[in-house]
């Protein structure tokens, strides 16, 4: 039943009254409050850990798998190296430089910037090693002249010009030295790369010339 409109006052000044005659009420409803505010702050609290852990186990679930997914496949690339030797006694430098790159490491296996081996040599047999390693030629050196007859080549395709007047033809001549079998150390590793380009010079330019210990007999890819 609704209360008569003049009784309505009366109503709400008992309810203002109430606090004032039962002490009590006024610490029931603050301890009300407070455990109103406890409780839904553990509940959303308990909500916010259990989707900040369900999304650590998920990233974490994946990262595992890409660690375990790179792990099996560096270890197949020792398989595939373990492979190369057993088919063969005598594995050359040559041999496992075509091998590492067909290997592709850096678009397969990101993080595997090289692969390398040393072969283990008897001390009885180490100066016979040293003159077969000194003695054999690295395919760096022919990359490298590769390389440098195409900068050759493409620096002679271009046409400059200087206050719309051509400049005519471009040459330039290049030396090579390659590591470790012109030099071991950086200083000595340019200045064989500049005793090459010196010979290159001295016999008629434009041309790539690799270093020799004996300059007369260097190797000379002349323009055409």
């Known amino acids: 039943m609704a209360a008569p409109d003049d009784a309505k006052p009366d109503l709400i000044a008992g309810l203002q009254q109430l606090p004032m005659r039962h002490r009590w009420l006024r610490w029931a409803v603050l301890s009300a409050s407070l455990a109103f505010s406890a409780a839904s702050t553990y509940y959303f609290g308990s909500q916010v850990r259990q989707e900040a852990h369900s999304r650590f186990e998920t990233v974490a679930v994946g990262v595992a798998r890409d660690v375990q997914s790179r792990i099996r496949a560096y270890g197949d690339v020792l398989y595939a190296i373990r492979g190369l030797f057993d088919s063969s006694d005598t594995v050359t430098r040559d041999e496992f430089h075509q091998f590492a790159q067909a290997l592709s490491l850096?678009?397969?296996?990101?993080?595997?910037?090289?692969?390398?081996?040393?072969?283990?040599?008897?001390?009885?047999?180490?100066?016979?090693?040293?003159?077969?390693?000194?003695?054999?030629?690295?395919?760096?050196?022919?990359?490298?002249?590769?390389?440098?007859?195409?900068?050759?080549?493409?620096?002679?395709?271009?046409?400059?010009?200087?206050?719309?007047?051509?400049?005519?033809?471009?040459?330039?001549?290049?030396?090579?030295?390659?590591?470790?079998?012109?030099?071991?150390?950086?200083?000595?590793?340019?200045?064989?790369?500049?005793?090459?380009?010196?010979?290159?010079?001295?016999?008629?330019?434009?041309?790539?010339?690799?270093?020799?210990?004996?300059?007369?007999?260097?190797?000379?890819?002349e323009g055409a």
């Open 106 to 221: 850096a678009e397969r296996y990101p993080g595997a910037t090289n692969v390398s081996f040393a072969p283990r040599v008897l001390h009885a047999k180490k100066l016979e090693f040293e003159r077969a390693v000194r003695a054999e030629k690295s395919p760096l050196v022919d990359a490298a002249l590769r390389r440098a007859a195409q900068m050759r080549e493409e620096v002679a395709k271009l046409e400059l010009r200087s206050d719309d007047r051509p400049l005519g033809p471009v040459t330039v001549s290049l030396g090579v030295a390659a590591f470790p079998d012109h030099a071991k150390e950086s200083g000595e590793l340019l200045r064989c790369a500049d005793e090459a380009l010196y010979l290159a010079k001295q016999t008629g330019r434009n041309r790539v010339v690799a270093y020799s210990a004996d300059l007369q007999k260097a190797g000379v890819r």
